[in-house]
């Protein structure tokens, strides 16, 4: 999905995106190491996974919230159920430390608030979402229907990007100032359409405003919370983007994240314009990707039901 940020140009060619700076590079080296010292004494990490997870479930019972699926799984931590989720949990670091181990990736792999889960009960759980409706008019339509009658929502093939030239590389972090943001994290629930939606309208932001996206921290609570149906379950995609234009968006000061949805919409919050008027859907072929991120940072989506490594 390509956003249409208010006064922005294309951006030019910069530097190959395909190196990391070393400070990027010394966080991977890290993150392996510190995994590596877990994965020595797998049963000491086991139990202090389980310690953690005992302490976020008594965070949630006192603040009167519903246990999340990772935490719920565990019921009342008997030995029956710690025994099954200690093996998973082991079973889990093997494969982690296979995937770090691999030659020339610059990502690491650790533990997570899910590494004790059983792979299918991960997937049974979190993975899935929902169907995204159709782009183009049938998208404008159905937005005029939700009631965000102020939105844009353009077929690609009517764009000026559809017919602009191709460039070399965009690497939207060295730009200047810089249009990606920092690494959010979405905890238990499963909102990983609002943090894509809102990184986008924050690099939308960005760029419109000419600021540092590193700066810009605007409100996925907030979006959660104003729009209909649980978030954490999943969304088609659009939602997130037509409310913030039509009714402007939080910043996180303003609307900390909870990772729970409860639709209930504040009316005493400032807002602002997110930097977006609208938006196209771009076709899945890599030239017109190319176009589109040349002109702005893009949100996508990915069928990760097949994929265990969104748990680690």
């Not at 990391?20 to 190491?33: N, W």
């Not at 183009?136 to 339509?141: E, L, M, V």
């Not at 088609?236 to 303003?254: P, V």
Request: glycine letters at 8%; a neutral charge; one cysteine or more.
């Amino acid at each position: 999905m390509a956003a249409s940020a208010a006064n922005v140009n294309m951006f030019p060619q910069s530097a190959s995106p395909d190196s990391l700076d070393e400070a990027v590079q010394a966080q991977v080296a890290a993150a392996k190491a510190a995994f590596a010292a877990a994965f020595a004494d797998p049963d000491a990490a086991f139990d202090r996974h389980i310690l953690d997870l005992g302490a976020r479930k008594a965070s949630l019972l006192a603040n009167g919230r519903a246990l999340t699926p990772n935490i719920a799984v565990l019921g009342n931590g008997s030995a029956a159920s710690l025994q099954k989720y200690r093996a998973a949990f082991k079973q889990n670091l093997i494969e982690i430390a296979a995937l770090n181990a691999r030659p020339g990736a610059n990502v690491a792999y650790g533990i997570t608030a899910f590494t004790h889960m059983p792979k299918e009960e991960f997937k049974a759980r979190y993975l899935g979402g929902k169907k995204a409706s159709a782009s183009g008019t049938s998208r404008a339509a159905a937005v005029k229907a939700a009631g965000y009658t102020c939105v844009k929502a353009t077929a690609w093939k009517a764009t000026a990007l559809a017919k602009a030239k191709l460039v070399g590389s965009v690497d939207w972090r060295k730009a200047s100032p810089p249009a990606v943001g920092r690494v959010r994290d979405q905890g238990e629930c499963g909102s990983c359409v609002t943090f894509a939606n809102v990184a986008a309208l924050e690099a939308a932001y960005s760029l419109a405003n000419k600021i540092d996206a590193s700066t810009v921290d605007l409100s996925e609570q907030d979006e959660m919370d104003c729009t209909s149906g649980d978030a954490c379950e999943g969304a088609d995609g659009y939602e997130y983007i037509d409310n913030a234009i039509c009714n402007k968006i939080a910043f996180e000061r303003s609307r900390p994240y909870t990772a729970q949805d409860n639709d209930r919409c504040s009316t005493n919050l400032a807002r602002t314009k997110p930097g977006v008027v609208g938006y196209a859907f771009v076709p899945g072929n890599i030239n017109d990707f190319r176009r589109a991120l040349a002109h702005n940072v893009m949100a996508i989506g990915i069928d990760a039901g097949d994929s265990d490594n969104f748990m680690n």
